[in-house]
């Protein structure tokens, strides 16, 4: 028995003025193209960690109480404009060149206060060599090479082959290098190993940035140079105030409304504990009713002796009571209404009671799990049948409800799937009951339009399909609000419940 994230940036180039006054019409102004957007991801900038956004789930410490915060869900077109905002109000304090001020802003993971206390604390030399940048207000004498002929080959320092001089660019450290290298250098370092906010100059030892206004970007460059990272919908995280609010994206999990990270964290531990060895425990094993250790059987005998060190308990297999009222001479195991036995039973019956509900939300969790990853794939067949139906003189506009119809089927797939982790850890109540009603009608709602776009359609069904996949999909984006605006005004009215493991 076994116990078992471009900036096109135009400035005056030359020295900067030391005059704090108002800033020059056309200086440091931000020319921003719709092909040409970039975006500061704070965590990556390599400056000093803001500690609030690290509080935890249920903004509380051990031994202390931490601010909760509220956070705001940002496209990336609003995190864009906050980022020029920024950078304006900055700069019209400090006057620099609007893309060194990003540079500036992004190392201190976009905090304006740290920003200009460090600034103005008399040693800009050493803020500008920590923010790998030159400080814009010295002229480098390297520059563009100015004095060297403009005909005149040289050699580039990758790989060594001599070009003209206009064949040439690089940073403000004054190193160059010929095109080819340079656009080879910024697509390895941005596509292959996923940087972007902190490329420096290819150089040996020399740590400048490369900045928003470095020539000869190419387009995949300029467009992904400091793209931040955006989840899963293509939104971003902006801390507003130190307010009671949830907790969403603090976990670095994908998008899980209506679950709360704590939970969602617990659950995903459980799941890896358990999933793999819970069925089968559940029918092969039972629990020593003294020390609670799992036990197996591996014999015909039903006098088992407990194998933990500090436990040793003998007790009945069969009943799970102590084996020593059973006799010795011969087995008769009769005593079911024995209390030791019972009280055995009871805590045996508990613990299945316990597994067998795991079991069921689980099962329901990893089900709409597996049906999302399928009706992922439903965008090729979608693709196939709004082809088919233009054919059957439908215009492309008409026949964008199946996209739509995919799209709402996948958040709601998305939204039954927490709805189980959020349900497992949730005492019962009035509030529950309604959120198992609105679960329900959700849950009935998306199987039918799942139904509906795995159908054929032919000519005589189009219009009819059509209608109905409508409908449905209309009526399911509403079930679905609904059933987050009610958890939504649970967390708010502090009216759900909790089961601690």
């Keep these: 028995m076994d116990s078992d994230e471009g900036y096109n940036y135009d400035f005056d180039e030359d020295e900067c003025s030391e005059d704090s006054g108002a800033e020059e019409p056309g200086e440091d102004t931000l020319e921003l193209g719709e092909d040409e957007v970039e975006l500061v991801d704070p965590a990556e900038a390599g400056g000093e960690r803001d500690e609030g956004l690290e509080t935890g789930g249920s903004g509380h410490g051990t031994g202390q109480e931490e601010e909760d915060y509220r956070f705001e869900v940002l496209t990336a077109e609003q995190i864009l404009q906050h980022m020029v905002e920024c950078i304006r109000e900055v700069n019209e304090v400090i006057q620099n060149p609007a893309t060194i001020t990003r540079i500036l802003l992004s190392h201190f993971n976009w905090d304006r206060e740290k920003l200009m206390e460090r600034y103005f604390d008399g040693n800009v030399d050493k803020l500008f060599s920590e923010c790998h940048v030159i400080n814009p207000c010295k002229k480098s004498r390297t520059r563009l090479m100015s004095t060297r002929s403009a005909v005149q080959d040289l050699p580039c320092q990758i790989c060594y082959l001599n070009y003209p001089n206009s064949y040439f660019t690089g940073l403000e450290c004054g190193h160059k290098f010929c095109l080819q290298c340079w656009g080879d250098y910024l697509t390895t370092k941005i596509i292959e190993e996923g940087m972007g906010q902190t490329i420096s100059c290819p150089a040996h030892s020399c740590d400048i940035l ?12 300029l467009n992904h140079l ?23 994206f603090n976990c670095g999990e994908n998008w899980h409304d209506p679950v709360k990270c704590k939970w969602l964290r617990k659950w995903i531990k459980k799941c890896d504990d358990d999933s793999e060895t819970s069925n089968w425990i559940a029918a092969n094993t039972k629990e020593c009713p003294k020390c609670h250790v799992t036990i197996e059987k591996d014999g015909g005998c039903n006098h088992m002796v407990c194998r933990n060190q500090s436990c040793k308990a003998e007790f009945c297999w069969v009943c799970l009571g102590p084996w020593e009222p059973h006799g010795s001479a011969w087995y008769n195991c009769n005593r079911y209404n024995e209390d030791d036995a019972k009280a055995a039973r009871d805590a045996q019956e508990r613990s299945r009671a316990m597994l067998q509900r795991y079991l069921f939300y689980c099962n329901r969790y990893m089900n709409h799990m597996q049906s999302l990853r399928f009706e992922h794939k439903l965008y090729a067949g979608v693709k196939a049948k709004m ?14 409800f199946l996209k739509k119809a995919v799209d709402v089927l996948c958040q709601c797939r998305s939204t039954l799937m927490f709805t189980y982790v959020f349900a497992f850890y949730l005492k019962k109540n009035n509030q529950s009951i309604i959120f198992e009603n609105n679960q329900a009608d959700l849950e009935n ?9 795995e159908r054929d359609i032919s000519q005589d069904s189009l219009q009819d399909i059509k209608q109905k996949v409508q409908d449905k999909y209309r009526y399911c984006e509403s079930r679905r609000r609904v059933l987050l605006q009610h958890v939504h005004e649970g967390y708010e009215k502090d009216q759900w419940e909790y089961i601690e493991d």
């Design 210 to 221: 490369v900045d928003d206004n470095t020539e000869h970007l190419p387009n995949i460059e």
């Design 226 to 248: 400091l793209a931040p990272p955006l989840n899963s919908l293509g939104h971003g995280l902006y801390k507003t105030s130190h307010r009671d609010a949830g907790d969403i």
């Design 387 to 400: 082809e088919e139906m233009q054919q059957h003189n439908m215009s492309w506009i008409e026949v964008q």
């Design 445 to 453: 709602c998306t199987e039918t339009l799942s139904g509906y776009l």
